[in-house]
């Protein structure tokens, strides 16, 4: 039974457009995260939420919208796509951070990507 | 600063050992990772250390933190082929932790028979 799951694995788009990708965990975390991965495998956080709300948003373009309609999704829409957003996106999860507890290693679960490429 | 660097490929023929090495630059990091990931997946984590170590050992795996220099390093024993994949050094951001992963460039490594 997948642990972090995202789909679509594939999305072919033309630049404009408005599209989403959505992931799930059935691991009972609180953390949800979304990271891009650029052609040279360089992987960057993009946002964070923690039981639905939203605790790290990097300098991402205010296109790129996060939702959380609950603690166990996390989904990416993003408006007008450009060329530049063609990459492949990695949600994850972990434990809730913010419980105050210290000595916890934050092990990220990542899903299995989606790669979105805009033409 | 938020920068952690990586050497981007290594080469190493089944058997032998490799060593991947890392710099990061935030000094009040708590924890250290390395992740995997092989062609078409998601990251796993490896193995991962607490600031206040200077070694851990994991079956093949040895990691090694020299904090003075900011220094982390990877060593697989007796590297197999199914070893061959993108290593990726990470640290926690910060010293509330946040969740906030920094990952270094990734070291793809490639595992000759």
């Known amino acids: 039974d997948t642990a972090v799951s995202q789909t679509p694995k594939y999305l072919v788009t033309q630049m404009g457009n408005d599209k989403s990708i959505k992931c799930e965990q059935n691991?009972?975390?609180?953390?949800m995260y979304w990271y891009k991965q650029d052609s040279k495998k360089f992987l960057k956080i993009m946002f964070s939420?923690?039981?639905?709300?939203?605790?790290i948003n990097e300098t991402v373009p205010n296109r790129f919208s996060p939702k959380s309609p609950d603690k166990a999704h996390l989904n990416l829409h993003i408006n007008s796509l450009e060329l530049g957003d063609s990459a492949v996106y990695f949600c994850?999860?972990?434990?809730?951070?913010?419980?105050?507890?210290?000595?916890?290693?934050?092990?990220?679960?990542f899903g299995p990507g989606t790669r979105l490429t805009v033409l | 600063g938020e920068d952690v660097e990586q050497s981007l490929f290594l080469s190493v023929r089944e058997g032998d050992s490799s060593v991947i090495n890392c710099t990061y630059t935030?000094?009040?990091?708590?924890?250290l990772y390395w992740y995997k990931q092989e062609p078409g997946a998601g990251l796993q984590l490896l193995t991962y250390?607490?600031?206040?170590?200077d070694m851990k050992q994991d079956q093949r795996l040895t990691v090694l933190l020299n904090k003075k220099d900011k220094h982390l390093s990877l060593r697989i024993a007796d590297t197999q082929t199914g070893d061959s994949a993108i290593y990726f050094c990470?640290?926690?951001?910060?010293?509330?932790?946040?969740?906030?992963?920094?990952f270094g460039q990734g070291t793809t490594l490639q595992v000759k028979p």
């Open positions: 990470a640290e926690i951001f910060g010293s509330s932790n946040t969740g906030k992963l920094i």
């Open positions: 250390i607490f600031s206040n170590m």
């Open positions: 994850a999860s972990s434990q809730d951070l913010t419980s105050g507890t210290s000595g916890r290693y934050n092990e990220q679960f």
């Open positions: 691991l009972g975390h609180d953390t």
């Open positions: 939420y923690n039981n639905k709300e939203l605790i």
């Open positions: 935030d000094s009040s990091s708590t924890y």
